[in-house]
Every structure is written in C-alpha cells, then in structure tokens.
C-alpha cells in the first residue's frame, strides 16, 4: 500500500456472538495487479530415474510413508521426493552421505 495513493480508509467495530473484530476498507489509485496460479508439476521419477535407482527410490518412499504414520507430520517434513530421489542416487546411503546433501542436518538425518 505505501506505492499507492490511498483515497479514503473506512473502519468499523463488528460484533456478533462469536467476538468483535475491526473491519477495514480502504480505497486506493494504484496499477491493476493480477496473478496467475502456477500449475504445480509432478515429477514422473519412474521416467527420470534408471530401473534400479528407482526401485530404491520407491523402497525410500516406503520408508518414509511408515515415519509419516507414526510420527503424524507430514511426508515433506521427512524428505521431499526430489531428496528421496537424491539419496537413491547415492552408492551408498550412510550418516556421512546424508550429512553432505542439501537440507540434511543432524536432526533430520
């Protein structure tokens, strides 16, 4: 709001049963800003892996989906499928391995 040039601010106390809040409406010359949602594209790894790194990949996410269950967070918050993606590509999946992978910290690891 500070690049626009604000015409008027309205302001009036509400209230109902649930509480009272403040509304606000203010009117303002400014450019005509407009967004276009982004189309999320899902990675087909089957395409992008070979046959044997994706199996691995695929036990990973099989992992994962267990850790998701009993720690009730959700799957991102254990590993992101480009992370899984990146850690079947590994020739060997250790604690030093990990360590050295981008948002792999001890805590995560």
């Known amino acids: 709001m500070r690049t626009q040039k604000i015409l ?54 099989e992992a994962r989906k267990k850790l998701v269950a009993e720690d009730a967070v959700p799957a991102y918050a254990v590993a992101t499928d480009q992370e899984l993606a990146e850690i079947a590509k590994l020739d060997e999946i250790s604690v030093q391995s990990l360590l050295t992978m981008k948002g792999f910290g001890q805590k995560k690891v």
């Open 8 to 61: 008027e601010v309205e302001n009036q106390l509400v209230s109902n049963e649930k509480g009272a809040f403040w509304c606000f409406c203010v009117k303002y010359i400014g450019s005509q800003v407009t967004y276009q949602k982004k189309e999320l594209l899902k990675k087909d790894y089957k395409n992008e892996l070979d046959e044997a790194t994706f199996k691995v990949f695929s036990k990973l996410r």
